[in-house]
C-alpha cells in the first residue's frame, strides 16, 4: 500500500507537471486539457470563492468529489494527490535524507493551521478573500508559474543558449532544442516579483529542515479543513493490541506526527494514510480499513484561540475596507478581459496565477499594490512588459474561479480594459521630431482605434514640417496595451493604457 | 488594378505627404515596346494562387534561374500579423507552399523558411495559413522555424548612408540565395510595404525605430539582404489601414501576382497596382539611386501573362 501511495504521488505530480506545461498556448486557440483542475478540486479554493463571492461557482464541482472522499477516507488528499505535499516529501527524501533533526518544534505549533483556516473562513465569510496566501494548490501553481519556471527557463537558455556559437554546439544544440519543443516556455517568461514569490515557496521547502511536513503538519489551512472534514471517516489507522509489541516505530516514522505515545491512538486530523506505519511494523499489527473502533485523538484546540482567529479574520474585513485604494483605484489597475467587478473579482480570484502562465504576450503579472493589500498577486496587465492579444481568449479558460469570465472571441474582442491616451510632450510626431506610426500599425481593432492626422508642425528648429500624428478614438479602444508595449521609445512609453473607460465600470464610456 | 477612386482613396489614408500621382497608367507603358536590356517583371494575374506563381516564374526562365543545385535557399513570406489569409496582412499561404515546392524542385539543399513577426509568432505562422499550408510538403530539405533571438549577428552595412551598422539574421547572412516574398498592403509610414519593406522581418534589434526615417533606411538594410527573386503577393491587398488590416472592407482582390529578379523593378512595378508610381513610395525611388536597382518604370521590361 505504502508503495501504491508513492507511484499515486508520483503519478498525479507527473499530470501536474503535464498540465502546467500546457497552460500554454499550443498552435490552437482553445486549450486542449483542463489545465485548472488542481484548482478546482480544491475544496478551500472552492469554498473561499463561493463564500466571499456569494455566488454558486460551477466551475469548482469537482471539489466536491474532493470532499466527499475525504468524508469516507480522512485527509488522503495530503498523503497521496496534493502536488505541493509529494514536492516537500521528495525534498525530504534527497535533500533532507540524512539529517537527523535536532530541533523540537512545539507540539502546540499544530493549532495554528486551524486558527489559519478560522481566519480565512471569518474573512471569507465577510467578503474578502485571503485563502490566495496560504492554499497549497495556489501556492505550487504561483510559484511555478512566477518564480520556479522561469528561472529553470533562465537556467537553460543562459547556461545552453549561448553555446550555440561554440565548437561544442553539434552535442549542445539537438539537446537544447528538443527542450525547447518539449519543455521550455516559447520565450522566457518575466514575472514581477518572481524572487519574493520563488523564496516563499523555496521557505515551504527548507521548513522540511525542522520536521517532516512542516508546512501540512503546522500550517497549511487546506490541510485543517480536510483534517476537519475527514476526522471521524470511516477508514481509520487500526492497531491489533494482541500483535503489537510496543516497538514505537510507527510512532517515530510518522511524518505528520499523527501517532500518540501509545502507538494506538491516531491524530485523526492530522493522518494523511500515507501507510508508512504499515510498512514499518515489524508484526503486521496496522490496518487501514473501515469499521467503529479506532483510537482517535480529540482536537487539541482552545476556544479562546478560534475566537481571537475568527474575530482577526472579520476585523480585517473593515481593516482593509478603509484603505485608501478603495476610495481612488490605481489608474494601473487594468484587469485581464471578463474579469468580474473589482469586489466580486477579488473575492474570487485565488492568485494561482494560471491567468499570468497563459498568457500569451507575458502581459498579466503579479500586482504589487496597485488592488491594495488584499489585491496582492492579483492579475494585472502590466502594457510595458507584456499586451493583450487581440485574438485570444486564454486567461478566461484557465481561471479555475470564474473572475475571470470564459468568453467567445467575439465578445471577448469587445471588451475595453481601459484607454490608450498619448503623451504628447513624449511622443515623437508630436513633439516634431520625427515621424513614427509604430502604434498605429500595431492597433489590432477591426476598426482602427489609433488614427493618424497629417499636422504641420513648426520644430524647434523653426523649420516647418508635417507629420503624422497619433490620436485614440476612445470609442473603438480596447485596452489591449500593444500601443505602450511596442511604442519604440526606449525609456516610457509615449502611449499609455489606464484603467479608463474599462467595460467593468458602472458607466464606461462617460469618463 | 485599382480604378481611381480607390487610388485616391490609397492616396488620401496614404496622407498629404505623398504626392497625387496616378502613375503610369495601367495599359499606356505596358503597351509600350519593351526596352532592350532592362530588367524584366512579370505581372500575371488569374488564379489559383498556386498555379499563378509557378507561371509568373516560369515566366521568368523557371526557379532553375535562380536556383541551383545544393545551395541554402531563404523563402521569406510576410507573417508579420495574427491574420487569417482573406484579411490581406500575410502573403498568401499557397504562394509561399508553390515556391517552397519549385525550390525543392530545382535541387535546393535546404530551403528555410522564416519571419519575424509583430504579433505572438506562434498565432501569425498558425493563422496565416502558412505553417499549416507547409506542413503539407513532407520534405526533409524544408524548415519552418521561429526566429532565434541567438542569431542576429551585427554586420557594417556597406555604403550606407543612413545607418552604418544593423544585425541582420544568420541565415540569411549565410545562405545562397534569398527569394523575397511580400505581400503589397498599405502602410502609413512606407506608404506601401513591397519587397524592400519586407526584408524588415530579417533584422534584429529594435527595429521599430526605423519607422522615423523608413524611406532613408530601407533601401540601406537592401545592400546587406539581397534579394535574388521577388514575388509579391497582390492575389488580394489592403489598400487602406495597413499593414495590419483587420477589416475585410479594406482588403481589395487583384488576383496578381508580380514577379522579377531586380527588387527595384518588382516594387516599382506593383506601385501601378495601387496607381502610383515609384516617385510616391520614395524608398523605391531611393533604391535606385543607392544602385541596388531599376525604378524607373519606362527602363523596366514588363510582362504581362494571365493565368
Known sequence: ????????????????????????????????????????????????????????????????????????????????????????????????????????????????????????????????????????ISIIIRSFTAAVYPAMNYVINSTLGPLYATPVAPVTEPVYGFLQRHFLAFEQPHFRMAGLIG???????????????????????????????????????????????????????CRMGAVEKDFFTTGRADCIDCMDCRAVCPEDAISFTGGVAAKGAGLDLSRRGVLTSLAIGA?????????????????????PPGALAEDEFLARCTRCGECMRVCI???LQPSLFEAGLPGLWSPVL?????????????CGQVCPTGAIKRLPLEEKKKVKLGLAEVDRDHCLPWKGDSECIVCEEHCPTDKKAIRLRDETVVTMYGETRSFKRPYVDEGLCVGCGICETKCPLTDRSAIFVTSRGESRADAPMLM | MLNRREFIRVAAVAGAGVVLNPGVPDGAWAAKPAPKGGPKVVMAKGGPVGRLTREAVDALGGMSAFVKKGETVIVKPNIGWDRRPEFAANTHPELVAEVVRMCLEAGAAKVKVFDRPCNDPRRCYTNSGIAPELEKIADKRLEVSYIDERRFRDVEIPGGVTIPRWSF??????????????IAKHHNAAVLTLGLKNVMGVIGKNRAVLH????????????????????????????????????????????????????????????????????????????????????????????????
Not at chain 1, 535524507?97 to 518544534?105: A, D, G, M, S, Y
Not at chain 1, 512588459?385 to 481568449?393: A, L, P, S
Not at chain 2, 539574421?169 to 511580400?182: C, M, S
Not at chain 2, 516617385?279 to 535606385?288: E, F, P, S, W
Open chain 2, 212 to 307: 522615423k526615417k523608413i524611406h532613408e533606411y530601407l533601401p540601406d538594410l537592401n545592400r546587406v539582404v539581397k534579394s535574388h527573386l521577388t514575388i509579391v503577393d497582390a492575389t488580394r491587398v489592403l489598400v487602406a489601414n495597413g499593414p495590419q488590416g483587420g477589416s475585410l472592407a479594406d482588403v481589395k482582390v487583384l488576383d496578381t501576382v508580380v514577379a522579377g529578379a531586380d527588387v527595384v523593378s518588382v516594387d516599382s512595378v506593383s506601385c501601378t497596382l495601387f496607381g502610383l508610381g515609384p516617385a510616391d513610395v520614395r524608398y523605391v525611388q531611393l533604391a535606385q539611386d543607392a544602385g541596388l536597382g531599376v525604378a524607373d518604370l519606362s527602363r523596366i521590361d514588363v510582362k504581362k501573362i494571365s493565368v
Open chain 1, 315 to 335: 476585523a480585517a474585513v473593515p481593516l482593509f475596507g478603509s484603505e485608501a485604494y478603495r476610495k481612488s483605484a490605481d489608474p494601473s489597475l487594468i484587469r
Open chain 2, 169 to 182: 539574421y544568420e541565415d540569411v547572412l549565410d545562405a545562397d540565395k534569398f527569394i523575397n516574398l511580400p
Open chain 1, 1 to 136: 500500500m505504502q508503495n501504491l501511495r508513492r507511484a499515486s504521488q508520483w503519478l498525479v505530480f507527473l499530470v501536474f507537471v503535464f498540465l502546467f506545461l500546457n497552460t500554454e498556448y499550443k498552435d490552437n486557440d482553445v486549450l486542449a486539457y483542463a489545465v485548472n483542475i488542481f484548482l478546482r478540486l480544491d475544496p478551500l479554493v472552492a469554498g473561499a470563492a463561493v463564500l466571499a463571492g456569494r455566488a454558486v461557482i460551477t466551475l469548482v464541482w469537482p471539489a466536491l468529489v474532493v470532499v466527499g472522499l475525504t468524508l469516507i477516507l480522512g485527509r488522503f488528499f495530503c498523503g497521496w494527490f496534493c502536488p505541493l505535499g509529494s514536492v516537500l516529501d521528495f525534498t525530504s527524501a534527497t535533500v533532507f535524507r540524512k539529517l537527523k533533526r535536532r530541533t523540537q518544534v512545539p507540539e502546540s505549533w499544530r493549532r495554528a493551521k486551524y486558527l489559519l483556516l478560522a481566519f480565512l473562513f471569518a474573512s471569507s465569510l465577510f467578503t474578502l478573500q485571503f485563502v490566495f496566501l496560504l492554499d497549497p
Open chain 1, 361 to 363: 504576450a507575458n502581459g
Open chain 1, 199 to 253: 523564496f516563499i515557496f523555496f521557505g515551504i521547502l527548507a521548513a522540511e529542515y525542522f520536521q517532516r511536513r512542516f508546512w501540512c503538519r503546522n500550517l497549511c489551512p487546506l490541510g485543517a479543513m480536510l483534517g476537519l472534514l475527514g476526522r471521524s471517516g470511516i477508514v481509520k489507522r487500526r492497531v491489533s493490541e494482541p500483535d503489537c509489541i510496543s516497538c514505537g516505530r510507527c510512532e517515530r516514522d
Open chain 1, 382 to 394: 502590466a502594457p510595458r512588459i507584456g499586451y493583450c492579444e487581440y485574438n485570444c481568449t486564454l
